[in-house]
């Protein structure tokens, strides 16, 4: 279970996101939703680590972590990017082992082992040695989950995963989301499409803009 | 012009050329490498570097090359610094070209997207290992092409060491030149450096085949 507690972020003085409490029970998907511009690309940046939240706790089954820090115990996010953000010049094989093999500092053998598996599970058999720019958005899609998942995050997170594909591509990836629930993922995902928030998550977070509030 | 006149002047014209190709090696093995550090200089965040970095290049390439050189020869011993001819044509050439080199690093480095930073963030990468294995390999595509031409350049450049007394391809030529009184080792060095230049932009094109794999 993730817990955020009392997080707070501005940027130069202007609030963004101010004593947000957030919970992701385990093998849930919780849907965060909002306008664009109400902070929920930043909530994800500082769950993620790549922003860094004024204050606030993060927890993960009841202990805490620095989503910041280079610890291994630090290390239970996986995200999702909206452009997927591949490594251009690296097959789908070698994305998807480079963090295990020089993170985790795990065999090669072991580490291509477990790729296959995760591309046979996400419907990618067959795919690895291909570079990105050989794959469709969809493709792309389900290599950076199995990019993700190869290091084995307690969490799973997606910034906007349909806004970068096809309209008619919003199905597969419920299906997608639903299936990893299925195989126990627990999920954070954020949309700003409440349909497909409602058709995949246990739980909609919704966020609203500050600005109000800044406007005082 | 005569075969036999040819024949005996070649010598003299590979020995030049020979000390050329030393040169262009050993400024290629020292500059590329320079530039690469300190094109990470340039775009890092620490202030102090990146002054000391804007000045160094901004000397190499405010001043010419020439007048390079003859510091190095000739102004460096003042300060107890003193040079081989051939160690201080080396020297410079590594300077100014480790200088240029470092712009066009920089400039492939600020093209790589942040999100591949971000990834290699979120993977817990180290930043050694995201240099080294994301930003490295995708900025040497990128720079190829200008990296290059500085490359080309630097094969024509290497004739400005007549300036320290070197004897290199063109002043072999130039030595035959005004002995003999006939433009025909001129001719010949021409001729000379279209074929090394031909060799590099060969060798080029091969090393950027090799880099479409991907897009």
Request: proline content about 4%; aromatic content about 10%; hydrophobic content about 45%.
């Amino acid at each position: 279970m993730l817990e955020i507690k009392n997080l707070k972020k501005s940027f130069s003085g202007r609030v963004i996101l101010d004593n947000m409490n957030v919970t992701v029970k385990d093998r849930e998907v919780l849907s965060i939703v909002g306008p664009s511009g109400a902070g929920k690309t930043t909530l994800l940046r500082c769950i993620t680590g790549l922003e860094k939240a004024d204050s606030g706790e993060f927890l993960i089954d009841g202990q805490s972590f620095n989503p910041q820090g280079t610890d291994t115990s630090d290390s239970v996010i996986g995200v999702v990017f909206q452009d997927f953000n591949l490594f251009p010049h690296l097959s789908v094989f070698d994305n998807i082992t480079l963090a295990p093999t020089m993170v985790l500092k795990k065999d090669k053998n072991e580490a291509k082992a477990e790729a296959e598996n995760l591309l046979a599970e996400l419907g990618l058999k067959g795919k690895g040695d291909l570079y990105p720019f050989q794959l469709s958005g969809g493709q792309k899609q389900r290599v950076a989950i199995a990019r993700a998942l190869a290091m084995h995050p307690k969490i799973l997170c997606y910034d906007e995963p349909t806004s970068a594909l096809d309209p008619n591509l919003r199905r597969e990836v419920e299906k997608l989301i639903l299936g990893l629930k299925q195989d126990g993922m627990t999920q954070l995902v954020v949309t700003h499409d409440m349909e497909f928030a409602k058709n995949i998550a246990d739980d909609i977070l919704e966020v609203s803009s500050l600005d109000k509030l800044n406007q005082k | 012009m005569s075969l036999s006149y040819i024949s005996e002047i070649l010598p003299s014209l590979f020995q030049g050329a020979s000390l050329t190709l030393q040169l262009f090696f050993w400024t290629l093995i020292g500059s590329l490498p320079l530039g690469i550090v300190v094109s990470l200089g340039l775009t890092s965040n620490i202030k102090p570097i990146r002054w000391v970095l804007d000045f160094y290049v901004w000397l190499m390439r405010g001043t010419p090359l020439l007048l390079q050189l003859i510091f190095v020869f000739y102004g460096l011993p003042i300060i107890g610094v003193v040079f081989h001819r051939y160690d201080a044509a080396v020297f410079a050439f590594i300077l100014n070209y480790g200088a240029y080199f470092a712009e066009i690093f920089r400039g492939g480095l600020q093209s790589i997207d942040n999100g591949q930073y971000e990834s290699a963030r979120v993977l817990r990468l180290s930043y050694w290992q995201t240099i080294r294995k994301i930003v490295i390999p995708q900025v040497v595509k990128i720079v190829l092409p200008s990296v290059g031409n500085e490359v080309i350049n630097l094969v024509k450049d290497s004739s400005l060491v007549y300036v320290i007394g070197l004897g290199d391809l063109l002043r072999a030529g130039n030595v035959a030149t005004s002995r003999d009184v006939t433009l025909v080792p001129l001719l010949l060095v021409g001729i000379i450096y279209l074929i090394l230049v031909g060799i590099c932009t060969y060798l080029l094109h091969k090393v950027e085949q090799r880099y479409s794999y991907y897009k």
